[in-house]
């Protein structure tokens, strides 16, 4: 078989309410992601950066403290414009994934998904923007 594993792509969650973030990196441990956690958009940047072009997917909340992840992923953007990003949150912009989108640079996929999260649909968001392997 020749198709990506998930165990190949790592993921970095940047989320501030410390048991959403947990409960994310646990079902996408379970799919077999290798997953890093940031508490916020800010110590996300600095994961980011330490990991460098090993992140493969950027799953971001919007509102954090110190930076928010509409600030994280235009910043990531700036040097990986085609970073894939799933948006996980609870209060998403009037314009939705379009606006985030146009105001996030870059040409990645990115997609947007409302709290309470629906755990199925998120690994298939994941599934969706990560880039394909081959194995």
């Given at each position: 078989m020749?198709?990506?594993?998930?165990?190949?792509i790592?993921?970095l969650?940047?989320e501030?309410?410390a048991?959403?973030?947990?409960?994310?990196?646990d079902?996408?441990?379970?799919?077999?992601?290798d997953?890093?956690?940031?508490a916020?958009?800010?110590?996300?940047?600095?994961v980011?950066?330490?990991?460098?072009?090993?992140?493969?997917?950027?799953?971001?909340?919007l509102?954090?403290p110190?930076?928010?992840?509409e600030?994280?992923?235009?910043t990531?953007?700036?040097?990986r414009?085609?970073?894939?990003v799933?948006?996980v949150?609870?209060?998403?912009?009037?314009g939705?994934?379009?606006e985030?989108?146009?105001?996030?640079?870059?040409?990645?996929?990115l997609?947007?998904?409302?709290?309470?999260?629906?755990?199925a649909g998120l690994?298939a968001a994941?599934?969706?923007?990560a880039?394909?392997?081959?194995g």
């Amino acid at each position: 078989m020749h198709s990506a594993t998930p165990s190949s792509i790592r993921v970095l969650i940047a989320e501030d309410e410390a048991l959403v973030a947990l409960s994310l990196s646990d079902m996408l441990e379970a799919e077999g992601y290798d997953v890093a956690i940031a508490a916020d958009g800010a110590e996300a940047l600095g994961v980011a950066q330490r990991l460098g072009s090993a992140l493969d997917v950027l799953l971001t909340d919007l509102n954090m403290p110190r930076m928010t992840g509409e600030d994280l992923i235009r910043t990531l953007r700036t040097e990986r414009p085609g970073l894939p990003v799933v948006v996980v949150t609870g209060s998403p912009p009037d314009g939705g994934a379009e606006e985030l989108r146009q105001n996030s640079g870059g040409h990645g996929p990115l997609l947007l998904l409302h709290k309470p999260i629906d755990y199925a649909g998120l690994a298939a968001a994941v599934r969706h923007v990560a880039p394909s392997r081959q194995g």
